[in-house]
C-alpha cells in the first residue's frame, strides 16, 4: 500500500509536522513525544520517573499502511490505552479503510479533514503588535521562569509555525 509519490511526500511531512507540533502543545507538564515506529507515528508520554504513574492515551498515525499492520504494531509497543488515526488521501474511498478497522475490532471515533499548505506560499506580512516589552501605562514586563521554546518549520515545510513565550507584569 506504499506510494513513492509527491503527494504521499507532502502527506508524510506534514503528519510529522502535526505529531511534533501536537506534542509540544501536549509537553507542558510532562513530555508528550512523536516517535517513528516504522511507518507509522506515534504520540505518547515521554517515560515516566515513578512507578505505578498511568500513561495518558497513545495516539497512532498511518497513512496508505494496512491496518493490519498498523493493528500489529501498535498492540505489540503501545503503553496502555491507544487510538489509531488512519489518515486516507483526498482521492482515496475511506469505506474499505473503515471496514478494514472494522473488521480489527475498531470502531470509528471521529472524522477530521488534514489542511496541508505549503509556507513558501505565504507571503511574508507585517506583524500584528510591536514587541518592545512595554505594557500599559508604560510598565515593563518581565519574562516569567517559564522556559521558551520555539518550534519553526523551513519555508519548504507544510505546516503553521508555532511559538509561545510567557510573560507576567510585575
Request: with cysteine; hydrophobic share 40%; proline share 6%.
Amino acid at each position: 500500500m506504499k506510494h513513492d509519490d509527491a503527494a504521499t511526500k507532502t502527506i508524510d511531512r506534514a503528519i510529522e509536522i502535526f505529531a511534533r507540533g501536537f506534542t509540544f502543545t501536549r509537553s507542558m507538564m510532562h513530555p508528550f513525544l512523536a516517535e517513528r515506529v516504522g511507518p507509522v507515528w506515534v504520540m505518547r508520554d515521554g517515560p515516566r520517573s515513578r512507578n505505578g504513574e498511568r500513561y495518558r492515551t497513545e495516539e497512532w498515525i498511518a497513512y496508505r499502511v494496512e491496518p493490519a499492520e498498523v493493528d500489529r504494531i501498535a498492540r505489540r509497543d503501545t503503553r496502555g490505552k491507544y487510538a489509531i488515526c488512519a489518515i486516507h488521501g483526498i482521492d482515496e474511498s475511506p469505506d474499505a479503510l473503515r471496514a478494514a478497522y472494522k473488521r480489527l475490532g475498531y470502531r470509528l471515533a471521529t472524522t477530521e479533514p488534514l489542511f496541508v499548505h505549503a509556507l513558501k506560499k505565504v507571503p511574508e506580512g507585517r506583524p500584528l503588535a510591536r514587541r518592545d516589552g512595554l505594557g500599559a501605562a508604560g510598565q515593563s514586563y518581565r519574562r516569567a521562569a517559564v522556559p521558551r521554546r520555539r518550534v519553526r518549520a523551513d519555508r519548504d515545510a507544510v505546516a503553521v509555525r508555532v511559538g509561545e513565550e510567557a510573560r507576567v507584569t510585575p
